[in-house]
């Protein structure tokens, strides 16, 4: 939840046909209940859409402060909010001021949630992509290399806006009950590429600052990231904070370590002064289904 404060709009370059544009035409009618699926079939593939899915993540919390009202309304209704108050002062109290579950607990004070990324792994698990806020663990799933094993993740997910990896199209054939629920929930397709540029892109997302790259960074450095919170805090810190890193060292072996440095090293070479942009190609739902069927080999 670290990306309600470290991201901000300012911080995206965007080009929509070739015409300035802001985060409310990237993601026109954004609503809380926005969800964000990204389809990975190859490691650390949406690293290839960063920039969209930390875009996403920033339009998540504008719609949160635009609507703040809202949500510490529910917070109170609840009674959470004095839990979490507590649960704050606890940390601060027992040195734990600066340990990123009470960073969370903060962020959760102020907005409530974790923004809706999903990412959907096709087959097998592809790496852990929790530096990108795709948390808690259970927003990143696997399923089965089966078009149809997909499509019903994606409803029971709820998801609204689709990232696909880019692709050969398949056979989208569908009954036509699944068909028009696909079409009242998703109102977004984007195809981007794990490397980052996508071929006849329509959308182009360039970060202003180098900021939007300390999360990928993070993504592809996990035995880093670990051992930096374990050496910042030592044996101080929360029990959270011990289970997140347990389930961040238990994924560390997905990938194997010379697939991440070459995922790593190429994606390096294309940053602009530590800098990343990447291009996508925004699609229709039709589309976007035939690229999803040939994904999974149907």
Not at 265 to 284: K, Q
Request: hydrophobic share 40%; aromatic share 6%; no cysteine.
């Amino acid at each position: 939840m670290h990306t309600s404060f470290q991201l901000q709009s300012e911080l995206f370059k965007i080009r929509i046909d070739g015409r300035s544009a802001d985060l409310a035409d990237l993601f026109p009618d954004w609503t809380g209940h926005d969800r964000v699926g990204v389809i990975s079939n190859s490691p650390f593939a949406p690293l290839g859409a960063s920039v969209l899915i930390q875009a996403a993540v920033t339009q998540f919390f504008n719609h949160r402060r635009e609507n703040i009202a809202h949500f510490t309304k529910l917070l109170d209704r609840e009674g959470e909010r004095e839990v979490l108050e507590r649960t704050l002062k606890r940390a601060e109290l027992t040195g734990r001021r600066n340990d990123p579950a009470a960073a969370a607990t903060k962020a959760k004070i102020a907005f409530g949630a974790y923004a809706e990324i999903y990412v959907l792994h096709i087959d097998k698990r592809t790496g852990d992509h929790s530096s990108l806020d795709v948390f808690p663990a259970n927003r990143e799933v696997t399923v089965p290399k089966d078009f149809i094993a997909v499509i019903t993740q994606l409803a029971d997910l709820g998801i609204t806006r689709l990232l696909l990896p880019e692709g050969p199209s398949g056979d989208a054939t569908l009954d036509w009950e699944i068909r028009a629920a696909l079409r009242d929930r998703i109102q977004d397709v984007f195809v981007y590429h794990p490397e980052g540029r996508v071929s006849d892109f329509n959308i182009e997302i360039s970060a202003t600052s180098p900021v939007v790259e300390e999360n990928p960074e993070a993504v592809l450095s996990a035995r880093e990231v670990i051992a930096a919170i374990e050496t910042n805090f030592g044996p101080n810190f929360s029990e959270r904070t011990r289970n997140a890193l347990a389930l961040m060292r238990s994924r560390i072996n997905e990938v194997s370590e010379d697939v991440v440095r070459g995922v790593k090293e190429r994606r390096e070479a294309r940053l602009v002064d530590g800098m990343p942009s990447e291009s996508y190609r925004r699609i229709g739902l039709e589309e976007g289904l035939q690229v999803l069927s040939g994904i999974t080999g149907r």
